[in-house]
């Protein structure tokens, strides 16, 4: 064991936030922190690296912490590094750092899939533990092996990657509710049985006035013999009720499908259209005779590293003034970025959805459900949500909108697993047209349809999921590794026969024309190591 947090206690304000009584982390384990957004995720590692004190209880260790932070980037001189760069150079110093427990705070944030494959990489090479923040679930399973689950302030540990916890916590949820229906039942039973045997000893016969002196004295002793058991039975029925374990009610995971229609749907086979398209940043090429479609009602991935740009396509397709994109004349497009501007931070968050819509209450407040907002929270107003909170009502807004065509810039940033997966259904069913941009490969795995890749300044076009792309390069791969290596032997069985032929032969003209093809030969076999 590295790592014991007992009896830990924090407030803030009148909330409790955290309420531990025991938990060990013990050496090497990986561990995965989940919770909703606000659940004190950060919280519990700030409590573990010290940063803060709770308010009772005691963090014992024998091991150095190193915590990275979420937004957390390290004085580097070099300007020209990017963002992810710069985080990749922080988490490296960082790992560098550390013999013991590592806390990372969401390091996949805004990291291109290279940089994700990359830290991946690396968490598995380190030996040391590891307690981990983050909402990319292919990170999770990967590299953990077990999850802690933060819910209601208390902690729970799970054995395994974040499938397993999630297999596990299906598991719980049904026999909860097994065991909440067998609750209700026996309750029900008992409390009918109480009344019927209540009911019974107030029925049983009065001494009927024909009966002499002593019948009606036999009688009378036969009928309290009688009522005294009775409420005897009634009494024991009574206390096996009270002893009857209280099972709390499950709370209502059932999903609340949706299929509302768009306000007009694209009719066209295509939204957008762009051909042989050309755009430069400076000195930098984006695109250079660039092509694609982008399939009406289909639910498409634009992919690509850091820097290819993806943005820029966005912004292009959003101001519709570039003769090489064309675009559907009846397409409404709804933008979702980062920057809420669609929000009136002073208002509440049922007003903000509810504003420019047509939508029913109804179906505004169900879709809030969906994102996981409770009816108390509606009335909250924007300035006071967390960041994620933000992300959903802007969501909201959105796919309650006239839009018909909607394009979402990285919309799982800041949201917790729970609010990705809740989101991922909602965009299933949505019937519109969605060009999606994100780095979350489990997100885009389970919402796209078709796929659009930015490579060498082209934009590659997919149709079908992403596994399906991935099997399909990872085969291409292959191939091309095969293929090189059988040109290898060649090389060397041609490199073979000149040399044996030059061991040999006498004739000096085709001894030098033999030595000029040996050394091309022999520079082939460099360039293709």
């Known amino acids: 064991m590295v790592l014991e947090l007992k009896n830990i206690l924090k407030n803030y304000g009148d909330r409790e936030i955290l309420k531990i009584d025991n938990l060990k982390i ?27 004190k709770p308010d009772m209880g005691e963090v014992n260790t024998n091991q150095n912490i190193i915590y ?27 790992i560098l750092k550390t013999t013991g427990i590592l806390l990372i705070d969401e ?23 590891v307690l981990i923040i983050s909402h990319d679930r292919s990170l999770l399973d ?19 990657n974040y499938s397993k916890y999630k297999m596990q916590k299906e598991a719980e949820i049904k026999r909860e509710q097994f065991e909440y229906v067998q609750y209700i039942e026996e309750k029900n039973r008992l409390e009918k049985a109480i009344n019927v045997s209540k009911n019974t000893a107030k029925e049983i016969r009065k001494t009927p006035k024909r009966m002499g002196n002593s019948e009606a004295r036999l009688h009378k002793r036969g009928v309290e013999n009688i009522r005294e058991k009775l409420e005897g039975h009634t009494n024991a029925l009574k206390t096996r009720l009270e002893k009857l374990e209280v099972k709390e009610k499950p709370q209502d995971n059932q999903k609340i499908y949706m299929k509302y229609q768009t306000e007009e749907r694209l009719k066209n086979k295509i939204a957008v259209n762009i051909e042989n398209l050309n755009i430069k940043l400076g000195e930098k090429v984006l695109f250079e005779n660039a092509s694609c479609v982008i399939k009406t009602n289909h639910k498409t991935a634009l992919i690509g590293e850091n820097g290819v740009g993806k943005t820029t396509l966005i912004k292009e397709i959003i101001r519709n003034n570039n003769r090489c994109i064309k675009t559907n004349p009846n397409m409404k497009i709804g933008y979702f970025s980062q920057d809420f501007t669609n929000l009136d931070f002073h208002a509440s968050v049922i007003e903000n959805v509810m504003k420019d819509t047509n939508k029913s209450e109804k179906i505004v407040k169900n879709i809030l459900a969906r994102l996981l907002f409770k009816e108390k929270e509606l009335e909250k ?7 994620g909170e933000r992300v959903k009502v802007s969501l909201a807004k959105i796919l309650v909108s006239e839009n018909n065509f909607l394009i979402l810039d990285e919309p799982t940033n800041f949201l917790d697993i729970k609010s990705i997966e809740s989101l991922e259904e ?7 047209t969605i060009l999606l941009v994100t780095h979350d490969k489990t997100f885009i795995e389970n919402v796209a349809t078709d796929l659009l890749i930015i490579k060498n300044h082209k934009i590659i076009e997919y149709s079908g999921n992403y596994s399906m792309y991935l099997k399909e390069e990872k085969e291409k791969t292959n191939q091309k590794q095969l293929a090189n290596e059988n040109d290898k032997l060649l090389l060397d069985f041609k490199l073979s026969q000149v040399n044996s032929e030059l061991s040999i032969t006498k004739d000096e003209k085709r001894k030098k024309e033999l030595e000029k093809e040996f050394n091309r030969l022999i520079q082939l076999k460099h360039l293709t190591n």
Request: charged content about 30%; hydrophobic content about 25%; aromatic content about 6%.
């Open 381 to 387: 107003q924007i300035k006071d949500l967390s960041g």
């Open 426 to 432: 909602l965009l299933k069913e949505y019937d519109g």
């Open 26 to 52: 013990y050496e090497n384990e990986k561990i995965g922190i989940v919770g909703q957004n606000g659940s004190g995720k950060t919280t519990l590692l700030n409590i573990i690296s010290g940063r803060i």
């Open 142 to 160: 990967e590299l953990c092996t077990s999850i802690i689950e933060i819910k209601d302030g208390h902690v729970k540990k799970y054995e395994g």
């Open 68 to 94: 990275m932070e979420q937004f957390e980037n390290i004085d580097i001189d070099n300007i020209h590094l990017s963002g992810g760069e710069k985080k990749k150079e922080t988490f490296n110093r960082k």
């Open 107 to 129: 390091p996949s944030s805004n990291l291109d899939t290279n940089g994700v494959n990359y830290i991946k990489k690396e968490l598995k090479k380190f030996r040391g533990t």
